[in-house]
């Protein structure tokens, strides 16, 4: 009659056989930092895009918290309001972001920086990204909510490929905010206003900050243009510091901006029989 | 958009054993190294909150993960084993053997999720009582009856098979 402590031990043993020849794929941590880099982005405008929305639908009140300088700092209920006009009008607006990568990055060598373009449909069902050096496009990449694909082009070796949605791992409630959360956040009152913000070309902002918005659990922070209420500076705080804001676009859904959303496959490239993965 | 330095570290260091529970978790080697790679991207994006224990928090992710798939697939799972590649433990030759690799295995992928989560939590990954728990969300009292559950089915299971195979053996000879 086997004891327990005897049981174990045959578990235990049986267990550590069964795995002793697994290994980390080789390629882990290059996908990884694939897919986190493809995250941060994805994540920049859901955490715009959707909180806007939902702070627009829920209509629920900010703390107010006037400015450290004394400032005049507008009523927080009335920023909500006006922010939710906004909104209402702008879903289905497509967001433009563009930054700089410079050093050793992704495509970016010492000297020789690259510039990550991004357009976002504003009710997120549609995004795509495109990097270039030297003025010229080097790879880029699509995601269509709504027929659930990926498609990415490489310019380096001429070839593209189509495969199902990558943005999101295809558990696209995963890691985003839901608008319960947000609501909740904003019901807090961790959604509050700092102070006027810089001007942003030229125009007055209100600067907005809160805890725990961003995706992971990170603060957030966003200028909204006075005039529009449109949210015109984004920023994020990672690691207990934030990172340098970058500017948000607002164009209108004319066919010119849709158009944008997609990748153009040029003629002659090969299309790869895998889809990005 | 880079990754942390210290979160590849915890990657470069970790990553095997971290596979190597997905893998008796859920019983299927492709299915854990797509889980593993899941829980270490979540890991990534919330290292804030991890760094301080991202195995921890890393585990308890691929616990999670590993529910969810087993809720997706439970139907199939009703009708078939979670590895293909295990044969049935009864046509095996068990005639040397009271309890052999097989057997567990078997027994493993037939025991209920959570069972087998605290299987693989307490005797692989040797975690105490309290580590076990956070990993699986529980308190400490539930994961010491499960275990005693556990081990309990695993008997009924290994010693079922091997009445079956002294059955079979006796309608040989």
Do not use: C
Not at chain 1, 159 to 183: F, N, Y
Not at chain 1, 186 to 202: F, K
Not at chain 1, 218 to 230: A, E, I, K, R
Not at chain 2, 77 to 99: F, G, I, K, R, Y
Request: aromatic share 6%; no cysteine.
């Amino acid at each position: 009659m086997f004891t327990d402590d005897d049981l174990v031990r045959e578990i235990q043993s049986a267990m550590r056989r069964d795995v002793a020849d697994l290994a980390a794929p080789a390629n882990l941590l290059p996908e990884l930092r694939k897919r986190y880099s493809r995250r941060i982005v994805a994540r920049r405008v859901a955490v715009i895009s959707v909180p806007l929305m939902v702070a627009a639908a829920v209509g629920v009140g900010v703390m107010v918290e006037l400015g450290p300088s004394g400032s005049t700092v507008q009523n927080a209920a009335y920023v909500t309001n006006q922010v939710s006009k906004a909104m209402d009008n702008a879903g289905q607006s497509i967001i433009f972001i563009t930054t700089t990568e410079t050093g050793v990055g992704k495509l970016s060598t010492p000297g020789k920086p690259a510039t990550w373009n991004s357009w976002y449909r504003a009710d997120n069902t549609a995004s795509r990204t495109q990097a270039l050096v030297d003025g010229r496009p080097v790879w880029e990449e699509s995601n269509d909510l709504n027929r659930h694909t990926t498609t990415t082009v490489d310019h380096r070796n001429r070839t593209w490929t189509s495969g199902p949605l990558l943005v999101m791992d295809g558990d696209r409630t995963g890691d985003l905010l839901t608008p319960t959360q947000i609501e909740q956040a904003m019901a807090s009152g961790r959604l509050s206003i700092v102070d006027q913000g810089e001007p942003v070309d030229g125009r007055p902002t209100i600067h907005l900050r809160g805890d725990d918005l961003a995706v992971g659990g990170h603060p957030m922070g966003f200028w909204v243009d006075q005039s529009t209420y449109l949210p015109v500076r984004a920023e994020y705080q990672r690691g207990g510091a934030w990172d340098p804001p970058f500017d948000l676009t607002w164009l209108p859904p004319t066919p010119d901006n849709l158009a944008n959303l997609t990748v153009p496959i040029p003629t002659g490239y090969t299309q790869l029989g895998v889809g990005p993965k | 958009m880079q990754l942390d330095p210290a979160f590849e570290e915890f990657v470069a260091g970790r990553s095997v054993a971290l596979l190597r529970t997905a893998s008796l978790l859920v019983g299927d080697r492709g299915d854990a190294e797509d889980l593993l790679q899941t829980a270490l991207l979540r890991t990534a994006l919330k290292w804030r909150r991890a760094r301080d224990h991202p195995e921890a928090y890393a585990r308890q992710v691929l616990v999670n993960l590993a529910r969810d798939r087993w809720r997706r697939s439970r139907r199939r799972v009703a009708e078939q084993s979670l590895n293909p590649t295990l044969a049935d433990p009864a046509q095996a030759d068990h005639s040397n053997a009271v309890v052999n690799q097989l057997a567990i295995q078997h027994a493993l992928a037939v025991l209920p999720q959570r069972l087998r989560e605290v299987i693989v939590l307490r005797f692989f990954d040797d975690l105490s009582v309290a580590d076990t728990a956070l990993a699986m969300r529980t308190s400490e009292g539930t994961v010491k009856s499960q275990t005693s559950r556990a081990l309990r089915q695993l008997r009924q299971i290994l010693g079922n098979h091997q009445t079956d195979d002294n059955a079979e053996a006796n309608r040989v000879h």
